[in-house]
């Protein structure tokens, strides 16, 4: 069984993306993060898997998610944790309950391909974990087909040395890896702007949108 998890959290004004408001509003930049969220869900309900989950924050959100995300998730809250616990935490539901390959992605990535979901399954089927890098020095995506609590145990969570020490922790604990080509998380309004450029020239080269809740979102704040 194939789960697709992703890390959502409640776009309450003032707690999502604070980066980007050195530009927007707290109510805008809430706004942006929700068509974030919509683009990152519709690109993951076209990969072909068993089981998708909502991994939500706070856990008295589900309401709110819910109205947001759809009926065709399962929700589950995070844990009250650091980082890696919540996403060790939620890998490990997912192969507990009989899961075979489980991915993990956050929502700061809107323009994510949805191959990239699809090929870290297929790398799962000879991998014990995968690992998609981002251009900040963290990882975009992380996945695994058997318990690997090693590789979030002592890692410099939100710096640029994520990646890297998160390969050390791959390395030293014996586990095979497989790797995804990088892509660019969205946290500031410089990251912002060459989303919107990298998504023009996409639409020059293949004649396709990849972030349309996103552009209608910001044609209404202008």
């Not at 993306?17 to 919509?38: D, N, S």
């Not at 192969?95 to 979901?117: K, Q, R």
């Not at 058997?146 to 002592?154: D, M, N, V, Y």
């Amino acid at each position: 069984m194939k789960s697709l998890i992703v890390f959502i959290k409640n776009p309450i004004p003032g707690a999502v993306k604070t980066r980007l408001q050195t530009r927007y509003a707290p109510e805008q930049v809430a706004a942006l993060y929700a068509a974030f969220v919509r683009d990152v869900l519709e690109r993951a309900e076209s990969v072909d898997i068993d089981h998708r989950v909502i991994a939500f924050d706070p856990p008295d959100a589900e309401s709110e998610v819910r109205v947001l995300c759809g009926d065709q998730w399962q929700y589950i809250p995070q844990a009250q944790a650091d980082l890696g616990t919540r996403m060790h935490n939620a890998l490990m539901q997912q192969l507990h309950a009989g899961a075979t390959a489980t991915v993990l992605i956050g929502t700061d990535i809107p323009s994510l391909p949805a191959h990239h979901i699809a090929h870290a399954f297929d790398l799962l089927q000879s991998s014990d974990v995968v690992l998609g890098p981002s251009t900040d020095g963290g990882y975009y995506l992380v996945g695994v087909s058997q318990p690997a609590p090693e590789i979030f145990a002592q890692v410099e969570w939100s710096t640029p040395r994520v990646f890297s020490q998160t390969i050390d922790r791959v390395q030293r604990a014996g586990k095979t890896l497989g790797l995804l080509p990088p892509w660019f998380d969205v946290d500031t309004p410089a990251d912002l702007d060459f989303l919107l450029a990298h998504a023009r020239a996409t639409q020059l080269a293949m004649g396709i949108d990849p972030i349309p809740h996103t552009h209608a979102c910001l044609s209404a704040l202008t």
